[in-house]
């Protein structure tokens, strides 16, 4: 099955500076790409856990003694890792990009190229479906969906428009939800702006903003210091919190400072930002918008 060709495959697992008997956790297992990349540099001794809380994901699972995949959603990663008696590890990486297989499997209701159910759930047994978000929120949860995760200016006429629409008949498929925004979506623009809405709904249904939160709030309880973390971003939103993480340690405002002015912050970056080479890019498309942001605790 084709699943996901690993973004910036060298460059996120170099960037965790694999140690042979360290342990390291893959928290988007996926296809497995990246996972496999790490396996080969890692020693007899070494360990990696994987999370991914999609099912289909269980079909790549590796075959090799030091290799654990976990069938949960990364969130959860300081209490799973516990619960195999783990504390601390080495490296954390992770691409928080849709794979390609969710892509590509058209009931999966994640691409704007298929008919399909709406639903976008990366977890399938989640209760919150696109088709909840689209035909239950009110006007004003829709707009903020639209406003926040899509970034689309035109969010409070779509919620308008949806929640009118849907008076009349439920919105199940996503050619019923195309015909019902056709008004915003220009012709020039308008598989960009069909990618601004799923992308809100997606954001929405599995509350990415929220989980990435959570998992960058326990990555220094988590990596040992000098430990690693490894991660790529696809949209402003992300990269923005990983960023903002990696600097000051919170998501808002500044840490307090001391008399001195200094202030203590659990990470420090490693090197720049990378993203993808032309090359990468005309060979995988959707690496386009990919971001690498490498840090190491203190």
């Known amino acids: ?14 960037g965790l500076d694999i140690k042979p008997d360290g342990v390291y956790v893959d928290v ?35 075959d090799d003694d030091r290799f654990t995949l976990i069938n949960e959603n990364f969130r959860y990663i300081k209490r799973f890792l516990k619960f195999y008696g783990v504390k601390e590890v080495d490296g954390i990486l992770a691409d928080f990009g849709v794979s390609s297989h969710q892509f590509d499997v058209a009931e999966r209701g994640f691409s704007t190229r298929f008919e399909a159910d709406l ?7 989640s209760e ?12 004003e949860e829709l707009k903020q969906v639209f406003l926040q995760y899509g970034e689309l200016r035109q969010a ?7 929640v009118e629409e849907r008076e009349n008949t439920e919105i199940k498929t996503s050619q ?27 954001i929405e249904v599995n509350q990415e903003i929220e989980v990435l ?31 903002r993480y990696i600097r000051n340690g919170m998501f808002e405002g500044e840490p307090e400072r001391d008399m001195f002015g200094n202030f203590e912050v659990p990470l420090k970056k490693v ?19 990919a971001k690498l942001r490498i840090a190491e605790k203190l």
Do not use: C, W
Request: cysteine-free; aromatic content about 6%.
């Open 119 to 125: 639903d976008m759930r990366m977890n399938q047994d």
């Open 156 to 162: 409070p006429a779509m919620a308008r428009v949806i």
């Open 176 to 202: 019923q939800l195309k015909t019902v925004l056709k008004r915003f979506l220009n012709h020039r623009k308008e598989n960009k702006v069909l990618a601004q809405i799923y992308q809100a709904i997606r």
């Open 128 to 139: 919150l479906s696109a088709f909840e978000v689209v035909n239950t929120y009110d006007e």
């Open 213 to 243: 939160k959570e998992l960058l709030q326990q990555t220094p309880q988590v990596l040992k210091v000098g430990g690693r973390l490894s991660f790529i971003s696809y949209h402003s939103l992300e990269d923005r919190l990983v960023k």
């Open 28 to 62: 988007t297992f996926g296809g497995g790409g990246h996972s496999q990349e790490i396996l080969k540099r890692l020693g007899p001794e070494g360990k990696l856990y994987a999370f991914d809380q999609d099912t289909d994901a269980l079909n790549n699972a590796i």
């Open 271 to 289: 090197g720049g930002l990378i993203v993808p080479s032309k090359e990468e890019i005309k060979i995988n498309n959707r690496a386009r918008s």
């Open 1 to 14: 099955m084709e699943y996901h060709n690993a973004v910036l495959l060298k460059e996120t697992v170099d």
